[in-house]
């Protein structure tokens, strides 16, 4: 090391070295003090720093008045931890969360997340997205709006807030496979989103269990509007918007209103009288919408808005397939953190979009998925932490045993279940290698997973497509979203991808590969450090692109 | 020196023989903990990586503490980044919404250091350092990391490699 650029080299750190402050001194540094997420999580001003800290001038002082103020809530902590371990003795096993309201921040490494407390005989785990949402910060949620008519007539009518509309997208699939057309994979249903989506949780009428974090939005379709198989451009009130018949009496009607996007869905008639209540409805003050008096329609629940949440939401599906090679997926089960308030969702919207049924202990929505010309049931409830929990099977068999059998983990129970899972990928038959830059990424079990090794190291991970959760759809795509030593990799292939576009990390510059292997895109994208979101675009070959957004997985 | 005394978790505010351990290696840490994360955080980093550590109870058993506060201080480093991140992006939309519309900007004290390392890892920048402050040779710094030599090596490259870019302009 003796050349000019380890001159440079050794200069540079030692410029960095000598702005570092006195070291604190042990008294200090044993002080216990809370988990460095709850430190992070707005108990302090950052005074404008920057992601890497290089940002501000001089050293901050030291708090010790905070500090104290910390310990004391390290100390309420301690105790609501204690209560939780002591409701909890009957299975330490597991990093159980009990959906108490107390417990700690639901932070995406601490979420609770509901998983069959035994896998059934004959499953196993089988696809993963446990992203969370890009904007990093719990948006706030919709208006929702139920309204009854004459004759089994239900409107429901989904306002984005600004707020959420400004930086948002709609929630699909993996980007390059997201013009589905096989059921219930991740929008085909109508959900509360609008056509340029939200983050916010999905109303459980349009959650099919296979809701992915992974957002997608469509780069050149109808303006604000994602493209798929059966949505279509349409006037809407005036205006270009987008329809989507789901079946002979449901459809559901997109539009933007001065910027913001809003979602009707109407059941129990048909697209023409659809079109027309749509085009009936007369703005109100408050953001929400009064119907046409001669629909006959009746306010039922009007939801206003629901808060901006501090709190990272945390959303997470994973399937469970078959173990047979060539089996599909049995049921998926999907959480999803509500902001605070908005519990009540399920039980507002419950007579109008599904049948509420008492399942043990907990309040169950059951819904026909039939009525959104997709296959299968789902089921919704949520817990005491405001924790939206649906599971979906594509054949409606069993689903009440999925349901009871579902216990909440957190936090280290969590990552060994996605652990195992991706050791599981490691022993599957392997694909050829491809070369990928510093990386070589190679397919499991046919799409079951994909395992990169990048300088000696490996990770594997189940992919989190979406697309084939139906029982015998075959993944025309598949990505996985993990950290290869420490390293944050968004890997994967696509069949009907032109090519891999821009890349957009919140921060730092990445680094994308692609080739091209028997018609086959192969991608990998190391995305910098820093970064905690990216979005990766992709060119369709039909000229249109995709783009997906990411967030880092927990390590 | 690793008493059982040391696993302070049995006794809150019991220092314990961590104390020399601790001692013997802040000047060390907290100068890591800046090419890391940079100056202003780098105390708020040491200070959880010690308590992290020494709370571990596999502390008592480990024979190169001294390592392993290094260890643990590079593995924090991920997690604290992602919170800053989150953080930073509240407060720029907190920022947005103040009525007077008033922002503010802060101009780095050291633009060549900041967009030289950000380009690089933590992994990356606990190498860099190793090798170019302390002058440590790949074995010392792969058992100092619990990686193997070759990663080293490839890391060490890859972020001169990355120094370079920046360095040339």
Request: charged fraction near 20%; include cysteine.
């Amino acid at each position: 090391m003796a050349d000019h650029t380890d001159e440079r080299i050794r200069a540079l750190i030692a410029r960095a070295v000598a702005q570092a402050p006195p070291p604190p001194p042990a008294q200090e540094v044993a002080t216990p003090l809370p988990d460095l997420a709850h430190r992070t999580n707005g108990s302090r001003p950052s005074h404008g720093s920057t992601e890497l800290g290089w940002g501000e001038h001089g050293h901050r002082d030291r708090d010790r008045g905070r500090r104290v103020v910390l310990v004391a809530a390290a100390g309420i902590a301690a105790v609501a931890l204690a209560v939780v371990g002591i409701l909890s003795t009957a299975d330490r096993s597991r990093d159980v969360g009990t959906g108490d309201p107390g417990e700690a921040a639901l932070t995406q490494g601490n979420a609770i997340r509901y998983v069959p407390a035994a896998t059934p005989a004959g499953l196993h785990l089988a696809r993963i997205d446990d992203s969370v949402a890009v904007s990093g910060d719990h948006p706030p949620d919709p208006r929702v709006s139920v309204l009854e008519g004459p004759g089994g007539l239900r409107v429901r009518i989904v306002v984005d807030p600004p707020d959420a509309a400004a930086t948002s997208t709609p929630p699909t699939t993996i980007p390059p496979t997201s013009a589905d057309t096989t059921g219930p994979t991740a929008t085909t249903g109508p959900t509360v989103t609008g056509p340029t989506g939200t983050t916010g949780p999905s109303l459980p009428a349009g959650t099919d269990g296979s809701t992915s974090t992974t957002t997608t939005t469509t780069v050149g379709g109808p303006p604000g509007f994602p493209a798929r198989a059966g949505l279509e451009s349409a006037v809407v009130r005036g205006t270009t918007g987008a329809l989507e018949q789901h079946s002979a009496t449901a459809t559901t009607l997109w539009f933007l209103q001065g910027g913001v996007p809003i979602a009707v869905d109407v059941f129990g008639a048909d697209a023409t009288v659809a079109r027309r209540i749509v085009d009936g409805l007369t703005p109100r003050g408050d953001g929400g919408f009064d119907p046409a008096p001669a629909e006959g329609l009746t306010l039922v629940v009007d939801l206003p808005p629901g808060p901006a949440d501090d709190r990272q939401p945390a959303t997470t599906t994973m399937a469970y397939a078959t173990d047979d090679p060539g089996g599909g997926v049995a049921f998926a089960v999907t959480t999803e953190q509500l902001a605070v308030g908005r519990d009540d969702l399920l039980t507002a919207t419950a007579g109008s979009f599904g049948e509420l049924q008492q399942w043990r202990q907990r309040e169950v929505l059951v819904q026909d998925r039939a009525a959104y010309g997709t296959p299968g049931t789902a089921a919704s409830f949520v817990d005491p932490a405001g924790v939206l929990v649906t599971v979906w099977t594509p054949t409606g068999g069993g689903l009440r045993a999925y349901v009871d059998g579902l216990e909440g983990v957190r936090g280290g129970s969590w990552r060994e279940l996605v652990d195992q899972a991706s050791a599981r990928v490691a022993d599957l038959p392997a694909g050829t290698p491809i070369e990928l830059g510093p990386a070589t990424v190679t397919s499991h079990g046919g799409a079951r997973g994909l395992c990169v090794e990048v300088d000696e190291e490996r990770a594997c991970r189940p992919v989190d497509a979406t697309d084939d959760l139906t029982p015998d759809g075959a993944a025309r795509g598949a990505a996985a979203s993990l950290l290869v030593a420490g390293e944050w990799w968004y890997v994967g292939y696509s069949t009907d991808a032109g090519g891999l576009g821009p890349v957009t990390p919140d921060a730092g510059t990445p680094a994308a590969h692609e080739t091209v292997v028997g018609g086959v895109l192969w991608f990998a994208v190391e995305l910098p450090d820093q970064a905690s979101t990216a979005t990766i675009q992709f060119d369709a070959v039909d000229g249109r692109a995709t783009a997906v957004s990411q967030a880092r997985p927990a390590s | 020196m690793a008493s059982v005394s040391a696993h302070i978790g049995e006794a809150e505010g019991n220092l314990g023989d961590w104390e020399e351990v601790y001692e013997a290696h802040a000047l060390r840490l907290v100068r890591l903990a800046t090419v890391l994360i940079g100056p202003d955080d780098a105390c708020d980093l040491v200070s959880e990586a010690v308590r992290r550590a020494v709370h571990s109870p596999s502390w008592p058993a480990v024979r190169d503490q001294g390592g392993y506060l290094v260890s643990s201080l590079v593995n924090l480093t991920r997690e604290f980044h992602r919170e800053r991140t989150r953080r930073a992006a509240r407060e720029r939309r907190a920022a947005r919404l103040t009525p007077t519309g008033a922002t503010y900007e802060v101009t780095p004290p050291d633009v060549d250091i900041r967009a030289a390392l950000e380009r690089l890892s933590p992994q990356q920048r606990a190498v860099i350092y190793l090798a170019y402050w302390e002058d440590l040779g790949i074995g010392q710094i792969a058992r100092l990391l619990d990686v193997s030599e070759g990663s080293v090596r490839k890391q060490l490259a890859r972020a001169k490699s990355k120094l370079k870019e920046v360095l040339d302009g």
